[in-house]
């Protein structure tokens, strides 16, 4: 078995996968939302402090395992550096006392990899990843190669859903806030500006959106209950305008027959909808990881990990290093 770590922003979590049979034997993971919902955000040290309470706490409910475990799996890049440092500092701890070796794992690669949870992989796969730090479009072609063909040159799409809310006094995380707000709203009732309508620039763009957004609410004044649900329906609206736009350039150029949606943002069902008709229309395959497992979670850690296992791709606890902590923006390759 291999034991995964997740600590890359404020979720802790911690699974434990079969090698053979890809079987998830346990997963848990303990949210930090309450505590940061105040903030209107995550505050990385909080969030390193919570941590260092919830990993052990979890880690003690495996402790049954620890005879089959084979290798120690963690998240090393990219996320918020204090937070990472928690789970490497445990899954190094952990390499040492068993003795056995370490796999780092990429964070956005694992999200990939959420789609195929006690699953066979499908490659090669064209996969949009929206999540709070990224919102990028990633050409598959198998295990070793991920080309990034489209990411966002300011905010993502799930950073500009949680400052929607944060403008309107709603709480965080604002994805599932606003996508329920928007259930009762009139979309078209605000005429928000698409980003990067006119451009044919493949990227993705959210500032100047978010920027219309604070513009209408401050010059409704005091919104009421419905002026909240109209904001949302209308923002979530153009938010999928614009990434059905810029991924049908891709959709267009692309001759791969297998599309994904990954990332915290993915569960949203009305972006999912969204993709689901603009993949009938290019006769692509619609494939979506299931609801739980769409927000940072270890069991994606430890489904990335098994493939890293099978190509013997380990590390020495003294050569884990924590890897770039920036959202990736012009990057080619993951």
Sequence with gaps: MILSIESS??????????????????????????????????????????????????????????????????????????????GIAMAKTLSLLLDIPLIAVHHLKAHIYSLFIEKDEIMPLLVLLISGGHTQIIRVENFENMEILATSIDDSVGESFDKCSKMMDLGYPG????????????????????????????????????NAVRL??????????????????????????????????????????????VGGASANLYLRNGYESLCKEFGKSLHTAPLHYCSDNAAMIGRYALEAYQRGQFVSPEEIELGSTKRLRNETFL
């Design 216 to 261: 209408q609410i401050e010059k409704i004044g005091v919104l009421s209950p419905q002026d909240q649900c109209d904001i949302a329906a209308s923002f979530q609206k153009t938010v999928k305008l614009h990434l059905l736009q810029k991924s049908k350039k891709i959709f267009s150029q692309e001759k791969i027959k297998d599309f994904a949606i």
């Design 9 to 86: 922003c404020d979720d802790s979590s911690i699974a434990v996968t079969e090698t053979v049979t890809r079987r998830v034997v346990f997963h848990k993971k303990i949210s930090q939302e309450q505590e940061h919902s105040h903030y209107g955000g995550v505050v990385p040290e909080l969030a390193s402090r919570l941590h260092a309470v919830a990993l052990p706490a979890i880690l003690e409910e495996t402790s049954q395992y620890f005879p089959s475990l084979k290798a120690i799996a963690v998240t090393n890049q990219p996320g918020l550096g204090v937070t990472l440092m928690e």
């Design 175 to 210: 994805g599932p806030i606003i996508e329920k707000l928007a259930l009762g709203g009139d979309e078209n009732r605000f005429d928000f500006p698409v980003p990067l309508r006119n451009s044919s620039q493949i990227a993705f763009s959210l500032s100047g959106l978010k």
